[in-house]
Nanobody, 129 residues
């Protein structure tokens, strides 16, 4: 089992920045690829960003590319999502998730939510215009 706890959400104005953190406990953190998904009211959960178990590879949704950066610190069992130039359409609950590294290989597989076995409780991000 892996437990994931997100933090760092909040309310900011458009153009501002936030950094989300996701602390993992349980099984060996470096075994897992990590991802961030988000869900806005009335919409389906969507992929935001992912990072391979080593941190060597990162993947982003087109909507956040160039504005968001995912990173991880395996020594601290933590994954981060730095969000810059935030827009009102970024408003959503953001979820951290973990996938066994054997479950994700191609870039497309990182975007498939069913490949992630463990999910955090989510953190609210609200961007005001």
């Amino acid at each position: 089992q892996v437990q994931l706890v997100e933090s760092g959400g909040g309310l900011v104005q458009a153009g501002g920045s936030l950094r989300l953190s996701c602390a993992a406990s349980g099984r060996t953190f470096s075994r897992y690829a990590m991802g961030w998904f988000r869900q806005a009211p009335g919409k389906e959960r969507e992929f935001v960003a992912a990072i391979s178990w080593s941190g060597a590879s990162t993947y982003y949704a087109d909507s956040v590319k160039g504005r968001f950066t995912i990173s991880r610190d395996n020594a601290k069992n933590t994954v981060y999502l730095q969000m810059n130039s935030l827009k009102p359409e970024d408003t959503a609950v953001y979820y951290c998730c973990a996938a066994d590294r054997t479950q994700v290989s191609s870039s497309g597989s990182y975007q498939e939510h069913h490949r992630y076995d463990y999910w955090g409780q989510g953190t609210q991000v609200t961007i005001s215009s």
